[in-house]
Structure formats: C-alpha cells, structure tokens
C-alpha cells in the first residue's frame, strides 16, 4: 500500500463567522437558506464554533463521473460463491478437505469444501457468470462491474458492517454518506442529501449513519427502520397529527411575525435568522416528502419490474422503487437495505434462495428502470453485503462462516465499467488475491467517480486530520470507464 | 520470536553456520548474480520499491528491499528474509500469502513462477550485489523534549499579577481585570449590564437548566438588596438542580452512556450508578482533585479515609469512568479487543483531564505532541494490569462490583430470616396436609387400581428394547402408549454438552453446538412418529439423521418464550421409516447452538383400523347453518410447514427433501361425532398421513384427484368421521413433498357412524375426571395410577404385566382381588403409623409377592400416590386457606426484597508491562515499556509504582499535582466554556500543538492557580466566574466591537445561546407544568447486558416526565429529540456540544408529540387562570414562556392569531366552539411562543 501517512497537513483558515454562521442554518446535510450558493454549503459550518480548524472539502474536488450513489446493502453476508463468484474447483472437489490455511482469526468451526448448490450461467455479451440465484440481476451483467477481490477486516457482523459504512472496525466514524455530504452538499435543497430506507438498528444502528465527528447535519436520515415496512417507512416528526396543513400554516406565518421582531430587538443575528429559515424549510420538506413517497402514480409496468405488485419481492420493490425517487430528486446517497437475512451458517440452500429472490427482481427493476430513464449514467449503484462467506461448510454440509477475506459486490452506472468482472479469489473463493479491493479502496474508488479525492477530503477533529480512508486506500483506475 | 532475537539468531547463524560467509564479505558466483539480475531485481522493482524504497515516503512496515543487507536487517517483524532456509523467510510466508497478517504485494498475490523464483533465489543464498549504502536509511523523527517543555501548555501555570485597567468602576473581581485590560487594550469596552430578567433567566438556566418561576422572577426584581444576584447564585447553587445540570456536562467529557453501543449493542443497566453519584458529588461540591482521583482509582483509595460505607461504595462506583466507555463486544480477535479497549481508556483519560490526544501514539511516535509510543504504552501498561472486562470472548463480559454494605447485608439476612420463617412454617402445614390427603386416598387403594386398570390395555408388544427406555407417556393429558422416551441427554455418542442442573429441576437438555446420537433397537420396522420436548427463545434448527440419511433439516425449530423447564414444550416432528433392530437417530446443529431438547419420543404410527375409506367421496359445500360446524381456512394452520399462499396453502419448497405438514387445534365444546372435510384441488395424487390427536389414522388422506391445480377448481371431500369429546383437539396432515392446494378445512357435527376409531385405547382427560368423579376419587391421582400402569407395561418383567395381558373379565378380577389385598393391607400399615412394609413373611407364594410390591408401590414417594403437582388444591379447605395466607405473605415479603445494586467499575488485574505494538499491532513487539506517565511532564515527581500495582493510584496522584501543567488548566477552561459557550482555550479537548491557543492566557493560568488555591472547589470557581462584570453583561450587538472583534474572543458582551436538548426537553415540561423531579435511578427497562437495539428487542421508551438527565442514553440508538438538539453523542468524546440549527430541530418543535402535548397543558394552564381576559391570559402566557411581561404589541399581535386562528379551527373542526375550541385555539398560540426563538435562545 502506498504511503501516504494522514498526519501532516493540518491546518487551514478557518472560515469567518460570518460565513459559518451564514451556513449554519442547513440542516439534513443540506438544506441551506434560499438564495445561498451551493459551493458555499459545503464546508464545515460550525466547526469554528467549536474552536476548531476544519478541513477544506473544496480543495478535494474535481469533475465527476456519478452525481449519486444508491447503496444497496444487503445485511449480512451473502455468499460470493453462490452468487457472483464462479469456482468451478470447489463443485469438483465438493466434500474434500480445503487444501490451503484457514485464516488464524475465524468466527466459527468448519469443514470441508462444500460445491455450491446453484448452477452458474453466463449472461450478456460480456459473458459474465452469475448463479441461478439472480436471474433478473444476471439480464443486466453488461450493466455490472463485479468486483470478486472485495475484503475487509473484521469476521463479526458488527464491526464488518461498520467498516463497510464508515472504513472503521474500531470507532465510531463518520459514515460514506457523510462524508459525501461535507465534500459536495446536496442538489436538492428541500430534501436530506444522505437518506437510509428502512435501515438496521442492530450491528451498530444509527452508527452507520451517523456524521460521528462532523457537524451533525452530514448524518443521514433514517426513513423507517428493518422492522417497518418500507411503505409505512416515514421520516420522524414528517407529519403533524394535530392541526390541519391551514391551521399549521397560519402557526408559521405567526412564528415567522414573532420572531422576526425578536429578532429586529437585537440587530444582527445570523443565528436567529437562520433558525427563522429553517422553519421554513421544514414546512417545504414536509410537503414534498409524503408526494415523493407515494407511488401509487407509478405506472403498472414499473410495479412489475420492481416486482411491486407480488411476493416476496414487494417490501424490497417499493425500498428500490423509492430509491429511483429520491435519485430523481437529487439526493446524494440513498441506501436501501435488506434486512439481517443474509447469514446462513446452515440452511443456506432454502434461505439463500428465498433471500435472492426477495431482492433478485427489484434489483435488476432499479438498474433496468434507471438506465432506461438516463440515470445510470451518473447513478453509481453499490450492491454488497458486510462480508462474504467461507466456500468451506458449516451446519452440516448446508451452510458457510462469515469470511471477511473475500467477498463479492458489483458496482453499476456512474462511471465504471459494465460487463466486467474485476479482481479475483483462489480456486475456492476462499481469499482475493489478485487485484484485491479492500473496502478502503472501494471507498477510495468511489469518492474519486464522486469527483474527490480521498486523501484531500478531510477534516479535523482531536487534534488531527481525518478522513474516510484513514491512511488506506487507492482508487482502482481499471475499473473505471 | 522477537524481532531482535530473530536478527541475532539469522545472524548468527549467518556467520558461523553457512559456507564460512561473512555477511560483508558475501562473494557470490556469477550465476547466482546473474540469476538475481535477470530475475530478482525486475520484481522487485516491480511489486516492491513503491513501498519499500527510497521512493515510497516512507518504507513501509520499516522495511527496505533495496539491499541485501536491508533484507537481512528486515522491518518491524524481524529479518525479510533468512539465506538458504525460504521456510524461515518472512518474504516468503508474505508473498505466499500464508498469513493474514502480511500479504504482499497487498493487491495481487504473484505469479506462481514469481513466487518460485523467490523461493529458489533464497535457496541459493540470497545472492546480491547490491551494497548497503544503496538504501538510505532515514533517522526516524526524534521527540525533542526539552524543547517541547517550552511549549505554553507544557509548563506549570503561575499566577500572573493583575493587568492595570482604566474603568476600574466596571471590575468585579480579577476576572474582570484580565478581561478589560485586553478590551481597553483593542479600545473596546464591555456590553452594558444585562437587565435583571434577563440575568435570572440566563443563569437559572445555567445553573440549573430550567426557566425560572414567575414567582422567582418577581422575587429577585423585589430584592433591592446589593447582595440580590448573589443572594440568587447562592441559591441556585444550593439546588439539588445543579448537579443535575452540572454533573451532565461532566458525563459528556465522561462519555456515558447506558449501552456499549458499536456491534452487539448491550445494555449497561448499572451505568446510571456512576451517572448519579456525579449529580450527587457535584452538588456536594466534592474538590476536582478527589473526584478525578475517585475515578481512576475510587478502589484504591485508603479505605481508613471512608467516612462511611456507603462513601466506600461511591468509589468504586466512580470507576465506573474507565468502565462505561463504547465498546465492541463481539470481535473473534480477542487480543484486539482488549487493545482497544485500553486505547479507549486511554484516550478518554488523557483527553478528559489533560486535554492530549493520545490516540497516534497507539502506532507510532506522535507527530506532532511530545508523546512517543513508549509513553502510550507505559501508559497502556497501567490500564492492561487493571481488569475492566471479565473476559473478551464473543459477547464479552465486563466486571461490575456488587455494592453490598453491612446495612443492606443486614437487611438482606433479616429478610432471608423471615423468608426462612415463613418456608417452614409453610413447609410443616404442607406435611400435615397432604400427608392427611394421601393417607385418606391410599385407603382407597383398590378403587384406584381398578378405575385406571380401564384406562390400559396392551394391545401389541412393546415397541422397543434395550433402550434406556423411562416409560411410556402421558403427554399433555393424552397416554400415549407403545411409545418409548428418553432423556435427550443421555445420547450413546456426541459432542453436545449435556447439562442437568441449570435449567430446571429433573430436567437435563442438551447445550452448546454439536451432535447427539441415539441407538434405538427396534422390534418392528415400520411408520414412527418422532416428537422432541424443547426449550428455546431463539429459533435453532437442528438437523435430523437417521441412520445416515438426512430426513430433515428444519427440526426443533420453534420457539416456546425461555431456555428453562417452565417452557418444556413437546412438538411433533414428523413420520419416519425405522427398521427392526439397530437404528441411529442423530441431532446436530453447526454454527450455533442447539435448543434445549430435553426427551425425544418415538411412536408407532400405524393406522389403527380403517372401516371405510371415503377419502375421495366429493362432498356438499358446508354450510354455516349447520350447528357447531367448525370452519377454518387452510393457511390459517396452528403450526405447519406448508408455504402459505393465501387463499391456498400450497407448497412453494418444491422438493421431496422436505416434509410439509399443517397442524390445526379445534376446540370441541359438543362431544360428538364429526366429519372432517377439506376443500381443496389437485392434479395429481399428492395424498399424505392424517393424524388425529398424535395418532396417525389415515396414511393416504386428500388423496382425490380434481384434475387440475387452478384456485378454481377447488371440491370438498370428506377426509373422514371421527368421535371427539369435548376439548381441544388437533389435526395434522403431512406429506414428504409436494401438496394438494388446500383451500379450507371443516369438523361437521353428524349422526354418521365413525369411520376411524382409535381403538379404544386412546383416553383424554376429560374421560380421566369423569370416572373419577363417579368414583369419589381424585383426578389427579387417577391419572397417576394411569401413568403408572402404563410403566409398568414398558418395564416388562414388572409383576402386573402378566395381569395386564390377560383377558379383560379376568383382567378386572384379578384387579379386583389383588386390590383389595393390598389395600388391607396397607390400612394395616397406615393405622399403625408406620411406613415400613414388612408384610407376612411366612407367605411367600406369588400373588402375595405381587401384594408385597404393589403396597411398597402405593407408599413409595414417586409411586402413584405421589404428591400431585395441585396438590395444595386437594387437601382440607381449612389447611387451603392457611396455606394461601402465608403464601401471600411471602410473595408480599419477596416483593419487598432489599436489591444488592451493582456498578460497573475496574479492579486491579494481573500486572504486566507490555511491549510497544509496532504499528499498533500486537504480532509485532518492540521495546519494552513500564508503567509509568507522560516523559514531557517532568515537574511533576512521580510516585514510583509499586511492583504490585497497577499504577491507576499513581497516575491519579500525578495528574491531581499542584505543579501538573495541564489538569487544572483544562478543567477551569471546561468551566468557563460551560459558563460563557467558548473556552479561554477555544479547543477544549486538545491542549497540544494542534489545539488553540488560550485567548487570554494570564486569565485562564491565575484561574488554574486560583483552582488549585481553592481546594479544586467547583463552586468556589463558579461563584468566580459568575459574580464577575463578564458574565453580567448583556448580549447586545456592537457594530464596532463586532468588526473588531466578530468571534468574541475578547468577551465584548454576553454570548447568546441556544437551550440544550436537555434543556429544551425539560423547559417544555417545566412550563407544561408536567416535570417530575424526582432524582436519581434508572429509567432502562431492560435487563443488564440484554440487547438493546436491533430486532427482537423491546423499543426502550422515552416517555417520561423526568429531567432529561435521567433518560436512557443508548449509544447507537439515542433518542431523536437528543440527536436533534446537537446531544454529545457519547461514542464520540465531545469537550464542547455542537450548535446547529437544522431543519429537524423544527420539525420537532412543528409535529412532535411532546411539544403538542407541552403545548397542549401550558394552554389549560393558562385558561384555568383565575383572570378575566384574553388580554391578560396572554399576560400570564409571556411570564410563564418568556419570563416578562407581554408588550401591548404583543398582545394586539397574539390577539389577531387567536382570531384568524380561531376562524381556521372553525372550518376545521364539524363541533361548536366552545371549551374544547377554546383550548384547540391556545394551543396554537401556545405552540407558536414556545417555537419562537425567543423560547430556546438565551440573551
């Protein structure tokens, strides 16, 4: 890995008060005062506040290949070799003992290499193998660049999933989403920048989310949780149960009255004015959200794509049909997730299967429905779970262990490759050893497509500079189209 | 190996052990140079130099590749590689990737051939030209610490002498002084004073985070005293508010929290201990240095200075410090976990009390702070040798100290004394009673034996042998007879762990992951019921073999509520083909562990007898008309395996692996006959087992074929005509494979004749209680003399089998006679009040032995009279009431039971010094370190560690040292940031090189000096800090100071502020009027170390009235309101909140149910108002919300809103307006003023 130790550059001007207290008033990572530049949103707005330098994200930027980024997190570990790993060697020597070492760190006990019960077919012009598991998404491999060398460093879900999100194993960081929104703001500035479908509150929760050290506007909003059905799934405090929308109107045309000649008492404040503002954004997001919600417009063929109008793939359908909306509207970094499913340490034949085909269709519906409308061009998709798994058994020949040492994902649209399968494992799938992708470099990938540099884009905090890679990373160059 | 030791050994064994070669005089042939030039050095220009040469920034791991002597010397893992031996060669285990640690190149493992020249090259010797001097071997940095002491931070604070200032007259106190001098010196002058609500409310929301009263308002304005705003501090200073308020800026610097937060998020329900005993030390105004010193070593503080128990267990609470930090739980690394836990320790300590970050000497020399690893890790050392965590394993376990004291020791012995009392005066009446009850029944010997003979037949031999067979069984009421059980435990061969003491009296089960298996010999091959009692919270499939052959992967895998007895649970598992003798049944479960399987039991699944078959007869729909008919749809099953489909249970598996199957209960309230029909529609013949009550009696049932699988098509057959007594009942269809599509299934009341019977042999409770009855004797013991010949058939050389297997008349007299002499003679031996059984031992013929056994039988403890498990319900009524009494008076007692707290909190451990962790790895140790503190703080002399200590004593004293540059210095700092919203230091949590410098050094150094002066008083400071001009003046904007001065630093006025979470929470319930002041305690509902997020878990509740410092503060999981208003998110340490204003701060103040409701009771607090007009409603309003008077603006104003509004709610609402209009109006206008910035901003 290439040196490029963090700890030097450190100090830059802090912003003038004026200008953070100008920016304090967005909010969600992005709403800003109407009228407000858009490059001038984007910085550290109340680190000064705090008496802290903080880094410059504009000194990280240059032009971009994907505008968005829809993350599609599948909780836990689907398996690499029953998916989008094909090994061929590990169906002939299904049952023999695994002929390389064991990792030293290990989850659980196994056993001997077990073939993967699904066939693997080729798909496209690319001729990419995907198993039978995601026919629809297999439609679509021109589309994909699947990457078979992806790996992390930790084997429990916690701490692996909280990698995946924020590049740290250890402590609390902030998140991909976060750091995306302190680089470039969002482009809509009535709605968050960085939204979470219907995500996890376990394995770390609100961690995978959250701003951690930067300004606690960058952190995502959660729609819902994995326990509410995506199209009950609401932002908190959205809706007001009390009054009609005349009566809350009048409420504001009020307050904005009262607090306006509060605030004529005490000369400037841009704190106050701000906080007057926000009122009014709030209001705006409130009624843009419940349209933006509501799908009941879309046509009937889009029901079908995503699979909208049957089991199972209904709850997931609706999550990525939302996640088109929400990527329509601008917003920066929309993660839908399938919830804790993946994690067959046995029945993996069943549960596998039932887990693909719950996401398989409205997968291969997102990407389908995106290309077709032109948004794949500058819509990174991000498919993957938190790790992969062992092509060793568990659970009496119908399972597999989480594996942090390979791993497959695939990447789609906004500026990589399509049909490619990049980086691979051992003859087993057991490890990535050529072109590996750690997920740092994956992270480091991604921000470059978003058009900043990894090791530019960072921020302040305890006395020095951090950022997403930590001292990690390198932009994978071949991946990109 | 060391990595030295490792360099001598390669060394040496270089010098002296190879060839006689030197290593500076390596000669080395010209193949062997050649092949290192054609081969060697290509690739290592090519996979290696950008890392590991002068042209990587700095070489990697330390290691350099560019000579051989490089390679030789290695990097932090020792020498790269060792001539000759490539098995010995790091180089080689890196680029084979056979080690997780190092794998290079780190993006693609080489090419095998690379890889083998590699392999041959070190085979040879290495053989390379290249001189040392080739690789410029850079010094690393080295701290300068001399130097480094210059730096303000690092040198002990002295009292500067006063400033010379000009306004004398404006000067409160020295503050004052230092802050003028430096306004006069930028030729500005302070804000004018704050007028006087102003002041009451700023510093009652300092003081306490709550608005003040009305009447305290009032009361401050009337005291014309000059001591009034003193007065006033004073008493706020005295409030129990304070500590509240002030001990919960403390926690943010302390990080708590009530969860560890991170992966696995765990509850740490006893936290709040070290939460409260803060509030309360804080307004005790316990001194700093104490408080500082109580919470890195409260354990091990002279217990001789304790001046009572209870203080003794405040220090070990106060720990809790090192303890409540966020923590991963679950990590397979368990020697990383510790590490960072100990990194934690160390960053909170030395960031909370000295203001250092000391994270970056984790891995390497900081780079900026004179901070080398070596103290990082004399450091660590004192944190490894302290036991924070009882274990590291997944999920790991932290230690907590039970704070028992003699009183609550005393307390407890008292009250298990009265528990004892109250248990043997229980225990004499139960003997007493029940012995009187099971006297008066074994007179009734013969009755007994009679009515359950009735009960048992023995229709076929038993079904197995040679098992450890315990009987046959009585389950849920139902005998079921030619059944073998056995204890799940006791398996011929496994790896499960099996366990008989911990859950549950009497019943073993089998733990932990692994198999179990079980021979059973068998007389008969043929169709068995396999049916498993469990215990499980989670669901955990096991895995289902018999002999060899995986039948089924999904067993055991319900769930019945907990791991223990009381949720025992018996499930039907399934049919199985077994043959005659040996057979194998095994249960295994991978990667996780097993359910509590407590006794397998096997049946005889054969249909008994079949009348008529009328399986494909089509039948008329049913219809409701038809009294007592029970209809149900299919999918709707009690318990099943049948995908469901709605409206048509279908099978979606698609596999024969699987057995698909759907239990139904019906609850028969007529007994009868009944029909069975189901509805439903096939292609093909997909006919399964039907079983009524457990009992298999048809094995091709809803076999007709309807000609297709469409919805449509679906017919009603009758499956069948069963008797049913009352009660509940259960049908059960299964089928290995695919299944007909079922659509509804019916029991039809009929007068037809049954056309399966279950042989007679098949009673229910219902039949058990009604012979009883007729007979004058007691269930229970009816069913326990069933149970009991039931036994007896199974264990077969028992004496009753050979009367059991005659014929029934015979059967019923020889009951009869024998009967009747064992209950003479047990009379005999009740009435001479003795159990022993002696008998006549001149008789010895047969029949008298079978007496002789019977009567032993009938006195035994576990014999047919036993106690039955009501049986406190059987005895005299007189004995039931007594018995209940006391019964009460223990649970009463119990309830009352004095809790033995616990606290989270660290103990001394094992004493170890450790190595430097090269790049913070543990595989890769440097130089030794010891317990020791910072080299840069030299002042301060350290007290030696004792060898037995784990120095947290030492630390404590050395940071609490008049002369430490650094502890009182950032916790002044801390005070005054809380007080006036920016530090003297503007970077409260890093004093170094990157941190601010002080805006006003001589004032932040004399109010260190004065700290310390003062006996670390807190409040002696803030009684400083807040009788000063400074923090009396207003907040009014200054154009000039403003362009001069637009970030304050100089203090030209007051900063304006934004309330807190808490503060917003709690001033929304305060003029609410709806707080609960109640102190102290922990509101988490919720088990020590249970999950707290996540899902299966209760949603933890923040619906409550208390102060905010009470709330549960789940890390990964706080709660919206907090995360909203900027709370310091306890993961992350925060010195200083953030201040943001964001658009879901508005949302919540728009939409929320708190604020609706606050909204809502402040609106009747004000219309309950004993005034007359709206006018002066809106008076009252303003006092309570803003602490003033309402201007006649404000009033015109509001009364436009009420009007317009009023008109508003009147199109909305369909009722009058009249009260409830009223109040629907107020709360809008209540809504908006506690909106407004005037509401959440403080001048």
């Not at chain 2, 209760?1098 to 706080?1118: C, E, F, H």
Request: proline letters at 4%.
């Amino acid at each position: 890995m290439a040196g490029n130790s963090q700890c030097h550059n450190f100090l830059t001007q802090p912003l003038s008060r004026r200008a953070m207290l100008q920016q304090s008033s967005v909010g969600f990572g992005s709403l800003a005062l109407a009228g407000l530049l858009q490059d001038q949103m984007h910085n550290g707005v109340l680190a000064a506040e705090s008496g802290q330098a903080v880094g410059d994200p504009k000194l990280a930027r240059f032009p971009a290949r994907a505008k968005r980024i829809i993350f599609m997190f599948m909780h836990g570990g689907p398996s690499q070799v029953d998916t989008f790993d094909y090994k061929p060697l590990l169906q002939k020597h299904d049952g023999q003992p695994y002929p390389g070492k064991k990792p030293r760190i290990v989850s659980g006990a196994t056993g001997n290499l077990l073939g993967s019960p699904w066939k693997f077919r080729q798909y496209g012009e690319s001729g990419l193998h995907v198993s039978d598991l995601f026919p629809h998404v297999g439609q679509m491999a021109d589309d994909l660049c699947v990457i078979n060398s992806i790996h992390g460093s930790n084997s429990r879900h916690g701490a692996a999933l909280l990698e995946l999100h924020t590049g740290s194993d250890t402590f609390v960081r902030p998140s991909l989403g976060s750091w995306l929104m302190y680089g470039l703001g969002s482009e809509n500035q009535n709605l968050p920048g960085f939204l979470t479908i219907c995500p996890t509150l376990g394995h770390g929760g609100v961690n995978a989310w959250s701003s951690a050290f930067l300004p606690a506007h960058y952190q995502g909003t959660p729609i819902g949780a994995a326990s509410i059905k995506a199209e009950e799934a609401r932002i908190h405090f959205i809706e007001n149960k009390w009054v009609s929308s005349k009566m809350q109107r009048a409420e504001l045309d009020f307050l904005g009255q009262v607090n306006r000649e509060h605030l004529e008492k005490r000369d400037t404040d841009d704190v106050l004015e701000s906080r007057i503002a926000s009122f009014e954004l709030a209001y705006r997001m409130q009624n843009q959200m419940p349209g933006l919600q509501d799908i009941s417009q879309e046509t009937e063929d889009t029901y079908k794509m995503y699979g909208i109008n049957e089991e199972p793939t209904k709850n997931f359908g609706i999550q990525c049909l939302l996640a088109r909306r929400f990527a329509e509207q601008g917003v920066r970094f929309i993660q839908v997730t399938h919830s804790y499913k993946w994690d067959q340490h046995g029945n993996l034949r069943d549960a596998h299967t039932k887990n693909a085909k719950e996401v398989d269709k409205p997968i291969a519906g997102l990407l389908r429905d995106l290309k077709q409308r032109g948004l794949l061009e500058d819509t990174l998709v991000w498919w993957g779970g938190e790790f992969g798994r062992t092509p060793v058994e568990q659970g009496n020949k119908n399972g597999r262990d989480h594996n942090p040492h390979a791993c497959s994902m695939f990447l789609a649209g906004g500026g990589v490759q399509g049909g490619l399968r990049y980086g691979s494992t051992d003859d087993y799938g057991y490890y990535a050893i050529e072109n590996k992708v750690h997920f740092h470099d994956l992270h480091a990938t991604m921000l470059h497509l978003m058009g900043l540099d990894h090791e530019k884009l960072t921020y302040q905090y305890a006395g020095r500079d951090f950022r997403l890679t930590d001292v990690y990373g390198e932009v994978k160059h071949d991946i990109l189209a | 190996m060391r990595p030295w030791l490792l360099f001598i050994v390669s060394l040496v064994y270089f010098l002296f052990c190879v060839n006689g070669y030197s290593q500076e005089e390596a000669k080395f042939d010209a193949a062997g140079l050649k092949f290192f030039e054609s081969k060697i050095r290509p690739l290592l220009i090519q996979y290696c130099y950008e890392c590991h040469s002068s042209d990587a920034d700095e070489y990697e791991g330390g290691l350099s590749v560019e000579s051989r002597q490089a390679l030789l010397k290695g990097g932090d893992s020792g020498a790269a590689i060792v001539p000759f031996k490539p098995a010995e060669s790091w180089l080689m285990a890196a680029i084979e990737y056979s080690d997780d640690f190092y794998q290079m190149p780190p993006e693609s493992k080489l090419p095998p051939e690379a890889i083998a020249v590699f392999k041959k090259w070190i085979e040879m010797g290495a053989p390379d030209p290249r001189l040392a001097v080739e690789s410029g071997d850079r010094e690393p940095r080295v701290i300068d610490f001399e130097q480094s002491r210059n730096f303000w931070a690092f040198k002990t604070p002295q009292r500067p002498a006063l400033p010379r200032v000009k306004n004398k007259a404006w000067v409160s106190n020295p503050i004052d002084t230092f802050i003028l001098s430096e306004l006069e010196r930028s030729e500005l002058t302070p804000a004018i004073a704050a007028d006087r609500r102003t002041l009451i409310r700023r510093v009652t929301f300092d003081l306490t985070g709550l608005p003040p009263t009305a009447t305290e308002i009032n009361e401050f304005l009337a005291d014309a005293s000059p001591l009034a705003y003193e007065t006033l501090v004073e008493r706020l200073l005295a409030s129990p508010r304070y500590g509240e308020r002030w001990g919960r800026k403390w926690l943010d610097v302390a990080r708590y929290a009530d969860s560890n937060g991170l992966d696995e998020n765990l509850a740490y329900v006893n936290a709040f201990r070290y939460r409260d005993y803060v509030v309360r030390v804080w307004n005790q105004d316990l001194s700093f240095a104490d408080f500082l010193q109580q919470q890195l070593a409260g354990d091990l503080l002279d217990p001789q200075q304790d001046a009572s128990p209870q203080e003794r267990l405040d220090r070990l609470t106060a720990t809790g410090f090192l303890s409540i930090g966020p923590k991963m739980l679950a990590c397979d690394d368990g020697q990383k976990m510790e590490m960072d836990i100990i990194d934690e320790q160390i960053d909170t300590m030395s960031r909370a009390f000295m203001g250092l970050t000391m994270g970056c000497a984790r891995c390497h020399d900081h780079k900026f702070d004179p901070i080398p690893s070596k103290d990082y890790y004399a450091l660590a050392s004192i944190f490894k040798s302290t036991k924070t965590m009882e274990n590291f394993n997944v999920v790991a376990r932290w230690h907590e100290y039970s704070l028992d004291t003699p009183e609550s020791k005393a307390a407890q012995e008292k009250h298990n004394a009265a528990v004892k009392r109250l248990d043997e005066e229980l225990a004499a009446l139960q003997k007493e009673s029940r012995q009187t009850l099971r006297e008066s029944q074994q007179r009734l010997l013969a009755k007994y034996l009679i009515a359950a003979s009735k009960f048992v037949s023995v229709n076929s031999k038993p079904i197995a042998d040679g098992h450890n067979v315990i009987g046959n069984f009585i389950r849920d009421g139902i005998a079921v007879e030619n059944s073998i059980v056995w204890e799940a435990e006791k398996f011929q061969r496994g790896t499960l762990q099996a366990e008989t003491t911990n859950y549950g009296k009497e019943v073993g089960v089998l733990l932990q992951q692994g198999f179990a298996e079980y021979d059973v010999e068998l007389e008969e091959a043929g169709d068995y019921q396999l049916e498993l009692r469990y215990a499980a919270v989670d669901s955990r499939p096991m895995v289902l073999t018999i002999n060899g052959t995986v039948v089924d992967t999904n067993v055991a895998a319900h769930t019945t509520g907990t791991w223990f007895a009381d949720s025992q649970t018996w499930f039907v598992e399934g049919v199985f083909e077994l043959s005659a003798g040996k057979n194998i049944i095994r249960l295994a479960r991978e990667g996780g562990p097993v359910p509590h399987v407590d006794k397998i039991l096997l049946v005889k699944a054969a249909p008994i007898s079949s009348l008529e078959d009328l399986t494909s007869v089509l039948a008329d729909t049913p219809t409701t008309e038809v009294d007592g008919l029970l209809l149900q749809e299919a999918e709707e099953y009690a318990r099943g395996s049948i995908g469901k489909i709605p409206p048509i249970v279908q099978n979606t598996s698609g596999t024969t692996t699987f057995l698909n199957y759907a239990e139904y209960d019906f609850e028969i309230t007529v007994a009868g006959n009944y029909r069975l029909e189901w509805l439903y529609t096939q292609a093909e013949s997909r006919g399964g087992k039907l079983f009524v009550d457990g009992r298999l009696v048809d094995a091709d049932a809803a076999n007709a074929i309807t000609g297709s699988f469409q919805s449509s098509e679906v017919k009603w057959f009758v499956g069948g005509v069963f008797q049913f007594a009352a009660g509940k009942h259960t049908l059960r269809w299964q089928r290995l494979g695919t299944t007909p599509h079922f659509d509804k299934i019916a029991l039809i009341p009929t007068s037809d004749n049954v056309t399966y019977h279950s042989g007679g042999d098949h009673k229910n409770l219902a039949e058990i209680e009604d012979v009883a009855i007729a007979q004058g004797l007691h269930a229970e013991y009816l069913r326990q003399w069933v149970d009991f010949l039931l036994m007896t058939i199974s264990q077969r050389d028992e004496p009753l089998l050979g009367l059991l297997l005659r014929d029934r008349d015979e059967q019923q007299a020889a009951f009869a006679q024998l009967g009747d002499a064992a209950e003479q003679r047990l009379r005999t031996i009740l009435s001479a009040g003795t159990s022993s059984v002696a008998g006549d031992t001149t008789s010895k013929s047969k029949d008298d032995s079978v007496v002789q056994w019977l009567v032993t039988k009938a006195i035994a403890v576990d014999g047919p009279f036993r106690d039955p498990k009501e049986i406190d319900k059987l005895v005299a009524e007189k004995s039931q009431l007594a018995i209940t009494a006391i019964v009460e008076s223990k649970a009463k007692l119990t309830a009352a039971q004095p809790q033995v707290g616990k606290a989270m909190g660290v103990t001394e451990g094992k004493v170890e010094d450790l190595a430097i962790h090269i790049r913070g790895n543990y595989l890769t140790l440097g130089e030794s370190t010891e317990r020791g503190f910072l080299e840069v703080v030299d002042q301060v002399s350290a007290v030696p560690i004792p060898v037995e200590a784990s120095g947290r004593m030492q630390l404590a004293q050395w940071l609490t040292d008049a002369k430490h540059p650094l502890t009182s210095r950032v916790f002044v700092n801390r005070l005054w940031l809380w007080h006036f919203g920016k530090g003297l230091q503007r970077s409260p949590d890093n004093f170094g090189l990157l941190g601010q410098r002080p805006t006003n050094q001589p004032l932040l150094d004399w109010l260190a000096v004065e700290f310390i002066e003062q006996g670390w008083s807190i409040k002696q400071m803030h009684r400083l800090m807040l009788l000063s001009s400074t923090y009396q003046m207003s907040s009014i904007f200054d154009a000039r100071a403003n362009h001069v001065d637009p970030e304050n630093r100089l203090w030209w006025r007051f900063n304006r502020r934004r309330l807190d979470a808490e503060e917003v929470r709690d001033a929304l319930l305060a003029v609410g009027n709806d707080i609960d002041l109640q102190m102290y305690g922990q509101l988490l509902s919720s088990a020590d170390r249970a999950y707290v997020t996540g899902t299966g878990s209760k949603r933890t509740t923040y619906d409550y009235n208390r102060r905010s410092v009470y709330l549960p503060i789940l890390r990964s999981a706080l709660y919206n309101v907090f995360i909203a208003f900027d709370f310091a998110d306890p993961s992350v340490i925060q010195g200083q909140r953030k201040n943001t204003v964001v658009t879901p701060q508005a949302l919540f103040m728009m939409n929320s149910k708190l604020v609706q409701e606050e909204a809502s009771r402040l609106a009747q607090r004000v219309l309950q108002e004993d005034v007359g007009t709206d006018s002066e409603r809106i008076n009252v309003l303003y006092e309570i919300v803003y602490g003033r008077m309402a201007t006649s603006e404000d009033v015109d104003k509001c009364h436009q809103f009420l009007q317009r509004y009023r008109d508003l709610s009147t199109q909305h609402m369909d009722d009058d307006v009249s009260t409830a209009g009223d109040l629907v109006v107020w709360q809008g206008l209540c809504r908006v003023l506690l909106a407004a910035n005037e509401f959440v901003y403080l001048d």
